[in-house]
């Protein structure tokens, strides 16, 4: 396959990871470590961002994210949000701002350094995937980590394995359907173990297998002490895996908390102004005087007792 062939994003990909080979010792080290190496703090310091035909998609965006946070980020279409998580690889730099990994400008950071730090799966996956094999694709990242043979082998087959696509690993990517194509893109990242992993919008298009996948992806890194930033439409995903959620609205951050708050009655306007529904048990729960997060059992309980 020539460089021509390749969708938009894997040249991006490839030099990220491409650059990462050359400092083997220090890129590839830290992920091999995995899950052990703590991640560092996130802080976006004011970040703003203008794309080249004038659109202003990130105005003024400060917040924090701690090692180890399980943070989504809801809003609208077109509010920022992969605009914003694309600021964390350096696919995009901040015009205005800082973004700062354990207070280190990422602009100061080698873009090796930081490929083997923030895996980013991409929102479309067909501008992440570039090999002709599904295991080649996995494997592509921990090989220009410096790994090699059998450590490579395990890392595919276990990002294979949490997606669910083990059976495709000799399958054409473009074989694939979108919503696998889409796990393959999260398989990819997987294998990286980069102790930041961000996932835009991981469950759209997926069965409810696909989302079980996922779910079972965010919680396995978060086991494991990993930072994990999501960006869903999915309230009830976001309600059930994220104890903290980040709504944006206009480029800006509009709420950032706890679950609890951001779906809890007080905020509902919020909610209303950037096109989002509190989920249901959100609703109940405020209905039932249970707070907005009941259990399945709490919910029926209340309603039980109300007969
Ligand atoms: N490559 C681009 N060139 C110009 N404008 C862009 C580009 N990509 C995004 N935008 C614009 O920037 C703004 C923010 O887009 P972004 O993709 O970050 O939003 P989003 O919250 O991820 O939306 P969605 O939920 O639809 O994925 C929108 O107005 C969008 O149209
Ligand atoms: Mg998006």
């Known amino acids: ?3 021509a062939e390749f969708p938009a994003g894997a040249p991006a990909k490839m030099a990220a990871v491409a650059a990462a ?22 802080e976006f310091e004011s970040v703003s961002f203008a794309y080249p035909d004038g659109t202003q998609a990130l105005s003024g965006v400060s917040l924090r994210v701690e090692p180890g946070e399980v943070v989504a980020i809801v809003g609208q279409n077109g509010s920022g949000k992969s605009t914003l998580v694309k600021q964390l690889n350096g696919l995009l730099r901040p015009v205005a701002g800082r973004v700062l990994l354990d207070g280190s400008d990422i602009r100061s950071i080698h873009v090796a350094r930081l490929a083997a730090r923030v895996g980013l799966a991409f929102q479309n996956p067909d501008r992440q995937l570039f090999a002709n094999r599904v295991s080649a694709e996995v494997g592509f990242g921990p090989r220009n980590l410096g790994l090699r043979g059998a450590d490579i082998a395990e890392r595919v087959a276990a990002a294979l394995d949490a997606v669910g696509l083990s059976p495709a690993a000799e399958t054409h990517p473009y074989d694939l359907g979108y919503s696998k194509r889409k796990l ?9 173990r980069t102790p930041i992993l961000v996932l835009d919008e991981p469950t759209t298009g997926q069965d409810a297998r696909g989302v079980a996948s996922v779910r079972a992806v965010v919680a396995g890194a978060a086991a494991e002490g990993r930072t994990v930033i999501a960006i869903s439409h999915d309230m009830r995903f976001v309600a059930e895996c994220f104890p903290r959620v980040i709504v944006m609205r206009g480029g800006r951050v509009a709420l950032d908390g706890t679950r609890e708050s951001v779906f809890g009655e007080a905020s509902w306007p919020e909610l209303h102004a950037a096109y989002l529904e509190p989920p249901l048990p959100a609703v109940l729960g405020a209905r039932l005087g249970l707070g907005s997060t009941p259990t399945e059992v709490a919910v029926v309980a209340a309603l039980r007792a109300r007969q």
């Open 21 to 42: 080979a050359g400092t083997r010792s220090a890129a590839g080290t830290r992920a091999a470590a995995g899950p052990k190496t703590p991640p560092p703090s996130i």
């Open 1 to 3: 396959m020539t460089s």
């Open 184 to 192: 393959l893109a999260m398989a990819s990242v997987l294998a990286m």
